[in-house]
T-cell receptor, first 114, second 117 residues
Framework: AQSVTQLGSHVSVSEGALVLLRCNYSSSVPPYLFWYVQYPNQGLQLLLKYTTGATLVKGINGFEAEFKKSETSFHLTKPSAHMSDAAEYFCAVTSYNQGGKLIFGQGTELSVKP | EAGVAQSPRYKIIEKRQSVAFWCNPISGHATLYWYQQILGQGPKLLIQFQNNGVVDDSQLPKDRFSAERLKGVDSTLKIQPAKLEDSAVYLC???????????????FGPGTRLTVL
């Protein structure tokens, strides 16, 4: 069975500071990994995804994530936080034998202080 | 391009009552998903349709939940009777490829927030 663990249910950073949201996964087969963002009262929006190939993935709004198989991690980073980045972030995993079914982590709420 | 539409946006009911949610996916998207998101948790897949056939309903509480996707387009999710623990946001998502390709992007609607009193 696959699973995702997001370390820290709430992360707070200052505007302009580095954003680091942690995601570790468990999968017995090669994983495909996703980061979604959810703004208040809205649905989830894809930030980026890793399928195959380059392990450093760049997404929208200046976010990127690196797939590290040896560490079973897929941490999300952004060099400089903006106020508009405040939202809930979800890491998710699937694989070739899951038919598109996503397994989500519990989410990390990001707050950005002025 | 219009996104995934859901209605109603909010619903408050008493326990043991019935409720239905509606989803209209992005035009041309073959695969449709219903997720349940309980406060403080990530979304959990309830059911997945490929066109109008069910691909995965292993986590759907079938004694009280039902879903259908008529003509492979719109879908409805019903709860009858509702329990307090059904209070959650119900998210609908769709993706393009009929094979439910595992790397497909899923596009989410705004969700329906259900409160069961």
């Amino acid at each position: 069975a696959q699973s995702v663990t997001q370390l820290g249910s709430h992360v707070s950073v200052s505007e302009g500071a580095l954003v680091l949201l942690r995601c570790n996964y468990s999968s017995s087969v090669p994983p495909y990994l996703f980061w979604y963002v959810q703004y208040p009262n809205q649905g989830l929006q894809l930030l980026l995804k890793y399928t195959t190939g380059a392990t450093l993935v760049k997404g929208i709004n200046g976010f990127e994530a690196e797939f590290k198989k040896s560490e079973t991690s897929f941490h999300l980073t952004k060099p400089s936080a903006h106020m508009s980045d405040a939202a809930e972030y979800f890491c998710a995993v699937t694989s070739y034998n899951q038919g598109g079914k996503l397994i989500f982590g519990q989410g990390t709420e990001l707050s950005v202080k002025p | 391009e219009a996104g995934v539409a859901q209605s109603p946006r909010y619903k408050i009911i008493e326990k043991r009552q019935s409720v239905a949610f509606w989803c209209n996916p992005i035009s041309g998207h073959a695969t449709l998903y219903w997720y349940q998101q309980i406060l403080g948790q990530g979304p959990k897949l309830l059911i997945q349709f490929q066109n109008n056939g069910v691909v995965d309903d292993s986590q759907l509480p079938k004694d009280r939940f039902s879903a259908e996707r008529l003509k492979g387009v719109d879908s409805t999710l019903k709860i009858q009777p509702a329990k307090l623990e059904d209070s959650a946001v119900y998210l609908c998502a769709s993706s393009l490829n009929p094979g439910g390709t595992f790397t497909d992007t899923q596009y989410f609607g705004p969700g329906t927030r259900l409160t069961v009193l």
